[in-house]
T-cell receptor, first 109, second 112 residues
Framework: GQQLNQSPQSMFIQEGEDVSMNCTSS?????WLWYKQDPGEGPVLLIA?????ELTSNGRLTAQFGITRKDSFLNISASIPSDVGIYFC?????????FGPGTSLSVIP | DGGITQSPKYLFRKEGQNVTLSCEQN?????MYWYRQDPGQGLRLIYY???????QKGDIAEGYSVSREKKESFPLTVTSAQKNPTAFYLC???????????FGPGTRLLVL
């Protein structure tokens, strides 16, 4: 079946650093979604992307829908301790959502 | 406030017992979903429903059952046939058009 790959799997960064992570697929997607999950909580939607090439920001977060429609990128600028969590990408090739395995982010104060 | 609620936050099940997890939404969404999340893992789809009185199996439906009698509610029953039920269960909902899913806070199920 269709799968999403997320990289890196985990990352440890210093507070104040910028973060980049990406999500790739072998198939074309019509929608890309980025979620953040805190421990013991449900994922919270950060950014939704609906058109190839679209670049959307939400505060310090910026996400892009890749031109090839097979990838998406999430950047976090000037990281802070509360950015800690697992970041999931999700894509819709059609009417079914597919979730990536997640990128675990740790921020060192 | 509009949102998705799940209850209880923690649930304990004895061996051989059925338990039901609650999921309610007041977002007026047509579609609702149940996912299972194991430690360090992604989300796996158990069941989903696009409309009242209709639902479909996801990737790991064995040992689970659902009902969708009301638009707002999509309870999940973990039956005794589910041999490894300990996990974090997440409910989500979406409009049928955009499919952007919004999640509840989750229920952690533990087997005694």
């Amino acid at each position: 079946g269709q799968q999403l790959n997320q990289s890196p799997q985990s990352m440890f960064i210093q507070e104040g650093e910028d973060v980049s992570m990406n999500c790739t697929s072998s198939s074309i997607f019509n929608t890309w979604l980025w979620y953040k999950q805190d421990p013991g909580e449900g994922p919270v939607l950060l950014i939704a992307l609906y058109k190839a090439g679209e670049l959307t920001s939400n505060g310090r977060l910026t996400a892009q829908f890749g031109i090839t429609r097979k990838d998406s990128f999430l950047n976090i600028s000037a990281s802070i301790p509360s950015d800690v969590g697992i970041y999931f990408c999700a894509g819709l090739p059609g009417d079914k959502v597919i979730f990536g395995p997640g990128t675990s982010l740790s921020v060192i104060p | 406030d509009g949102g998705i609620t799940q209850s209880p936050k923690y649930l304990f099940r004895k061996e051989g017992q059925n338990v039901t997890l609650s999921c309610e939404q007041n977002l007026n969404h047509d579609a609702m979903y149940w996912y299972r999340q194991d430690p360090g893992q992604g989300l796996r789809l158990i069941y989903y429903s696009q409309i009242v009185n209709d639902f479909q199996k996801g990737d790991i439906a064995e040992g689970y059952s659902v009902s969708r009698e009301k638009k707002e509610s999509f309870p999940l029953t973990v039956t005794s046939a589910q041999k490894n039920p300990t996990a974090f269960y997440l409910c989500a909902s979406s409009t049928t058009g955009r499919q952007t899913q919004y999640f509840g806070p989750g229920t952690r199920l533990l087997v005694l």
